[in-house]
């Protein structure tokens, strides 16, 4: 049974909650131009297949050394249609049209593309906002003109202002709102050009969500934590990969420290990252973080850190396994199993589980996370595959339908990393009925509302 069950509960620790959804911007790109840097947050999405025909562009370096050959005050500043080659602005060969995916408003700071009176006429042109153009670009002028990007900063905004007050020049159709800097009316020069060194792709940090922060979700999903509980960090940007750990993240049974360049740490001490994925990623608590208040969690991708976000510390954070597949119409059943069979408790209502219910005297395994400290005292509570049997160091109490349950073991489950095991019998005047379980660590109730179907 019990090498089934712990397989099972393995997985259990890694998997993604799906409770929060994510949102879907960037990638970020970096406008390297002659008079300073602008990043955009491209949106995705709100229009999928303009990014995407932009980023071909920008792929095959289509726009480097490229122009900003319009300008109009207070209205936008276009380039994207040409190319200085041998000192002379020359039109980018340009894909098929992209069809027209207005949604969002041509505020200040958005990035969109131009094009001809065919709304689904764009190429490979693009423009600024420089003000707030959300009525003039709006649906009743040629449909609306599709913003794919978001200058993502103020330092941005202000290198776009800055190529907006460049002189503007009339050199004869298409160029006859063209910006040139330090033009004295001589032959125009290359440095006399705005211009687009290059557009790169650029790693965005990551960042946690505002809220993003709970302990396991089959556990509880608290908004605090305890040493060695395991943390639910939801976001974007995380990871570029998604996957749990595995033996061979391992060293000497010790849990790893960094996942695919992940690495997560809680009041400057590193974490052991379980999981990773862009918008979620599992971690243990380290065993020495203090608690009685709050500490700060960063998440760093490939380096790149996030800012911090608070997490409460408590002694405990102690929750038992009750994923959501256990809750059948508002009542979350714990996951207990027969320890006769390996079956899993059920009063024949939940999904893809046999009627099994509880019988009085019997025993039942549960499996929680965030009890504290365990004897021996050499045991560690976070990081280490364990190793033989320990007893918890706290006093726990456990009651079925109000009659307290005899403990037969209270510790860590063997062969794994932070997970406890409390086997527990069913008290003998237990009536029939889905009977409340609580339990009391610490002299405190642990914050569950749970179930056990028992019957005689």
């Known amino acids: 049974m019990k090498t089934r069950l712990i397989g099972a509960l393995a997985l259990v620790l890694c998997l993604p909650g799906t409770l929060l959804c994510q949102s879907t911007t960037g990638p970020n790109v970096r406008f390297h131009t002659s008079q300073g840097d602008i990043d955009v947050t491209l949106l995705p999405g709100s229009a999928p297949k303009t990014v995407a025909n932009f980023l ?31 000192h002379v602005p020359v039109a980018i060969p340009s894909d098929p ?74 050199a004869g159709s298409p160029f006859d709102q063209l910006p040139l800097t330090n033009y004295n009316g001589a032959a125009v020069q290359d440095s006399n050009f705005i211009t687009v060194l290059s557009i790169t792709q650029i790693d965005t940090p990551p960042a946690i969500s505002s809220g993003g922060i709970v302990t396991a979700s089959s556990f509880g999903r608290f908004s605090f934590a305890s040493p060695g509980s395991f943390i639910e960090i939801y976001g974007s940007n995380l990871a570029g990969t998604t996957r749990g750990w595995a033996d061979a993240d391992f060293k ?22 379980a999981f990773v994925s862009p918008a979620q990623v599992n971690v243990q608590v ?23 976000v608070s997490l409460t510390i408590k002694p405990f954070a102690g929750g038992l396994l009750a994923p959501a597949t256990f809750n059948v119409n508002g009542k979350q059943y714990v996951a207990a199993v027969h320890a006769r069979n390996g079956a899993f408790v059920s009063g024949g209502n939940i999904p893809d589980t046999a009627t099994a219910p509880a019988a009085p005297g019997e025993t039942l395994v549960l499996y929680g996370i965030g009890f504290g400290a365990v004897t021996p005292t050499s045991t560690p509570i976070a990081g ?57 660590l610490g002299g405190e109730t642990i914050p569950q509302t749970l179930y056990i179907p028992v019957h005689n």
């Open 97 to 170: 049209a992209v069809r027209n995916e207005y949604s969002v408003s041509n505020g200040r700071g958005t990035l969109a593309m131009a094009k001809t009176s065919d709304p689904n006429s764009a190429t490979n042109q693009w423009f600024f906002n420089t003000v707030d153009n959300t009525t003039t670009l709006g649906p009743t002028n040629n449909a609306g003109y599709t913003v794919f990007g978001r200058v993502t900063n103020a330092a941005g905004l202000a290198i776009m202002d800055k190529i907006a007050k460049v002189p503007v020049y009339n």
């Open 384 to 440: 280490q595959i364990v190793q033989g049997l320990t007893a918890l160091s706290t006093p726990v109490q456990f009651s079925i339908g109000q009659s307290p349950s005899q403990i037969v073991y209270a510790g860590f489950a063997p062969g794994l990393v932070g997970l406890y095991q409390f086997n527990i019998t069913v008290p003998a005047d237990a009536p029939n009925g889905d009977l409340p379980l609580e339990v009391v």
């Open 56 to 86: 071909n562009y920008v792929n095959r370096a289509a726009f480097n050394n490229s122009i900003f050959h319009r300008s109009v005050p207070n209205f936008i500043i276009q380039g994207g249609g040409y190319v200085l080659q041998n």
């Open 286 to 308: 380290p065993a020495n973080v203090p608690t009685g208040g709050s500490v700060p969690v960063v998440v760093s991708y490939k380096g790149q850190p996030s800012p911090p």
């Open 252 to 273: 000497d049974g010790a849990a790893p420290t960094a996942l695919d360049e992940v690495t997560v740490t809680i009041n400057g001490q590193a974490a052991y990252v």
